[in-house]
């Protein structure tokens, strides 16, 4: 069974950093896409990124270029979303979720983390 | 980056009837587009991809059907639990852009 497993909901000061985590299993990690969404209170979808484990090729929604850093651990099947310093527009729960297609990036999400909320406040 | 536009925003259907929700996309998309289903507190859930295939354990209520610029999901008699908010996303050329939902609730 696929499962994607997202790291506990943080609280967190303005200017902080933090990473936030999910843990696959069920499949091959390396040969699958996985990326992140975002989504603010009361709002819709956003993608953020995404990259494929095997030789961390990332790419970025210009929309979140420069704004947070997407890594993946292949020995232990864990995809990363991170920030340097936090704002509180960063308030808002995060998705990671698993391309549908082995080894190609064109394709839809299929199956979803459970998400993290993520909460900036001073 | 490509825009999708979903309408209507709000739909009020009652159960057993049917719901027509539609997605255009800026540009063309070819059949690059799924529809999602997502539930208060819940993530989202794959519902069709490839514009018209319904993913795995989907009830065959729900259709999807379009291409190029303009597509349409439609839930053939909604049931109780159907009642959520409903995304379409592109996922053409290094870009996954998602509409802005649309809520079908309860008429």
């Known amino acids: 069974e696929v499962q994607l497993v997202q790291s506990g909901a943080e609280v967190k000061k303005p200017g902080e950093s933090l990473k936030i985590s999910c843990k696959t299993s069920?499949?091959?990690?390396?040969?699958?896409?996985i990326g992140w969404v975002r989504q603010m209170p009361g709002k819709g979808l956003e993608w953020m990124g995404v990259?494929?484990?095997?030789?961390?090729?990332?790419r970025y929604s210009p929309s979140f270029q420069g704004q947070v850093t997407i890594s993946a651990d292949t020995s232990i099947s864990t995809a990363y979303l991170q920030w340097r310093s936090l704002q509180a527009s960063d308030t808002a729960t995060y998705y990671c979720?698993?391309?549908?297609?082995?080894?190609?990036?064109?394709?839809?999400?299929?199956?979803w983390g459970q998400g993290t909320m993520v909460t900036v406040s001073s | 980056e490509i825009v999708l536009t979903q309408s209507p925003v709000t739909l009020s259907v009652s159960p057993g009837e049917r719901a027509t929700l539609s997605c255009k996309a800026s540009?063309?998309?070819?059949?690059?587009l799924a529809w999602y289903q997502q539930k208060p507190g819940q993530a989202p859930r794959l519902l069709i991809y490839g514009a018209s295939t319904r993913a795995s354990n989907i009830p065959p209520r729900f259709s999807g059907s379009g291409s190029g610029t303009e597509f349409i999901l439609t839930i053939s008699s909604l049931q109780s639990e159907d009642f959520a908010v409903y995304y379409c996303q592109q996922y053409d050329n290094w870009s996954y852009t998602f509409g802005q939902g649309t809520k079908l609730e309860i008429k």
């Open positions: 069920g499949y091959r990690f390396t040969t699958y896409w």
């Open positions: 990259i494929y484990p095997r030789d961390s090729d990332t």
């Open positions: 540009q063309s998309v070819g059949t690059t």
């Open positions: 979720a698993k391309l549908a297609g082995l080894e190609t990036n064109h394709d839809a999400f299929d199956m």
